[in-house]
T-cell receptor, first 117, second 110 residues
Framework: EAGVTQFPSHSVIEKGQTVTLRCDPI?????LYWYRRVMGKEIKFLLHFVKESKQDESGMPNNRFLAERTGGTYSTLKVQPAELEDSGVYFC???????????????FGPGTRLTVL | QKEVEQNSGPLSVPEGAIASLNCTYSDRGSQSFFWYRQYSGKSPELIMS????GDKEDGRFTAQLNKASQYVSLLIRDSQPSDSATYLC??????????FGRGTSLIVHP
């Protein structure tokens, strides 16, 4: 079974540019989460999708961040325009439906390392 | 603000010893507790979850939870060099969103 995949693995952009990160969750996982880890800090929650709906986006830093999950499959996270403080590792995770026995387990992707110069 | 505290380490133990990793949390309403292992440059991997006070054992790993003291720990018996990684503590309350600690770096030396 394929795990959570993320693309790209690394991205280096200049301040003011736009970057789009992609996450493909495990097939059949309704729940998809985006997290970010800034260097030296803890992993912080950004938002949560249940299928194609945004369940909780309380962690999104500001309106420069836009997440979508059209069709309830893969998700994209767009940063426009990027700022220096957006640098970090962006993780995606997925989990089963809340009715499933293992719904507590979130499977993480390898992350996208974003560097804004 | 919910906080999860971990000693950043590194915690260095010899091969075969018991490694003890600790985590405290601020939210008394927390219900679910998780330990993730993260190798450098890799994704966090869930290794233990615990929901009630006491000990939970899985192979060489034991998670211990004390809700009164707001403390959760992970013991790794017979530590191996392959256990060298960063261990992340995550705590979840009524929502489905965990709060993570910064992680403790563990080094198991031969």
């Amino acid at each position: 079974e394929a795990g959570v995949t993320q693309f790209p693995s690394h991205s280096v952009i200049e301040k003011g540019q736009t970057v789009t990160l992609r996450c493909d969750p495990i097939s059949g996982h309704d729940n998809l989460y985006w997290y970010r880890r800034v260097m030296g800090k803890e992993i912080k929650f950004l938002l949560h999708f249940v299928k194609e709906s945004k369940q909780d986006e309380s962690g999104m830093p500001n309106n420069r961040f836009l997440a979508e999950r059209t069709g309830g499959t893969y998700s994209t996270l767009k940063v426009q325009p990027a700022e220096l403080e957006d640098s970090g590792v962006y993780f995606c995770a997925s989990s089963q439906d809340f009715g499933a026995p293992d719904y507590n387990e979130q499977f993480f992707g390898p992350g996208t390392r974003l560097t804004v110069l | 603000q919910k906080e999860v505290e971990q000693n950043s380490g590194p915690l260095s133990v010899p091969e075969g010893a018991i490694a003890s990793l600790n985590c405290t949390y601020s939210d008394r309403g927390s219900q679910s507790f998780f330990w993730y292992r993260q190798y450098s440059g890799k994704s966090p991997e869930l290794i233990m979850s615990i929901y009630s006070n006491g000990d939970k054992e899985d192979g060489r790993f034991t998670a211990q939870l004390n809700k009164a003291s707001q403390y959760v720990s992970l013991l790794i018996r017979d530590s191996q060099p392959s256990d060298s990684a960063t261990y992340l503590c995550a705590v979840r309350g009524g929502s489905y969103i965990p709060t993570f600690g910064r992680g403790t770096s563990l080094i198991v030396h031969p």
